[in-house]
């Protein structure tokens, strides 16, 4: 009995310092750049096993150092209910399970949120148990994040070639520019590799890449060209305060 009373107070122990320092480093890193991720790592590993060079481009940029462009284009290839849902798309998620029961393609229904927990907490793979840190996490960043900060951490920490991390890496690596100066066509064209980004190429593309990268860009034209983190923050102010800020914009826009 008094052997069941140690384990159950030294597994409360460890939930709980599991806990504080989950929420810590969501909150640290609410602030400061993610320097490398648990996958950047475990590539190198991979690279080297195989006796390869090792391949680690990644260099860290704020979200106004990223083009708009590239920010609507992985919204619209990866997670077009961003802005909506509070980390998991329900619906995606249904669709995802029907389709594979169903005995088709894996597809998954993993939104911009719950990829960024996974790249910068967690490790790679398909078991219950990493989904379960990856729902945990994903509230977590939810709670203590902004969707801008979201979206920058993103696109800084995703895998976007072959050791290549991050939009300003990948806009170096597929375009020579920096990843502020990305148009639509060069954005749609890395979001178009993102499924697959160790065999897919953004430039030259492939006709697989080419047809994405076009229906990318036409879903960004559906979108406007324009990501506005603002546009359902409307639905939770009062009926007074919207009028307000309808006349706000209209005077904007007759100046």
């Not at 107070?9 to 991720?37: E, N």
């Not at 939810?142 to 696109?155: A, D, G, H, N, P």
């Not at 890395?190 to 980004?197: C, F, T, V």
């Not at 697989?208 to 060209?225: A, F, H, P």
Request: hydrophobic fraction near 40%.
């Amino acid at each position: 009995m008094l052997l069941l009373i140690k384990i159950g107070k030294y597994i409360f122990k460890l939930i709980l310092w599991f806990v504080i320092i989950s929420v810590v480093s969501v909150i640290v890193f609410r602030w400061v750049p993610v320097p490398i991720t648990p996958l950047m790592l475990i590539r190198c590993a991979e690279q080297k096993s195989n006796g390869k060079d090792m391949k680690l481009k990644h260099d860290w940029v704020s979200l106004e150092g990223i083009s708009p462009k590239l920010q609507l284009a992985v919204v619209c290839s990866e997670d077009q209910n961003y802005l909506k849902h509070f980390g998991f798309d329900w619906g995606a998620i249904e669709k995802a399970l029907k389709a594979n029961e169903e005995g088709k393609k894996l597809r998954g229904g993993s939104t911009i949120s719950q990829q960024t927990a996974k790249n910068v907490f967690l490790w790679q793979g398909r078991s219950y148990v990493r989904k379960a840190f990856e729902a945990y996490f994903t509230l977590l960043i939810e709670v203590f994040w902004s969707k801008e900060r979201i979206m920058e951490v993103y696109l800084n920490s995703i895998e976007m070639g072959n050791g290549v991390y991050g939009a300003e890496a990948a806009a170096q690596h597929w375009f020579k520019k920096s990843a502020k100066n990305l148009n639509k066509d060069e954005s749609a064209a890395i979001s178009a590799i993102l499924p697959n980004p160790l065999v897919y190429v953004a430039n030259p593309p492939s006709n697989y890449v080419s047809k994405r990268k076009n229906w990318i860009k036409q879903q960004m034209t559906y979108w406007g060209n324009v990501l506005d983190y603002n546009k359902y923050n409307d639905e939770d102010k009062e009926p007074e305060e919207k009028e307000k800020t309808s006349l706000k914009d209209k005077r904007k826009n007759n100046k």
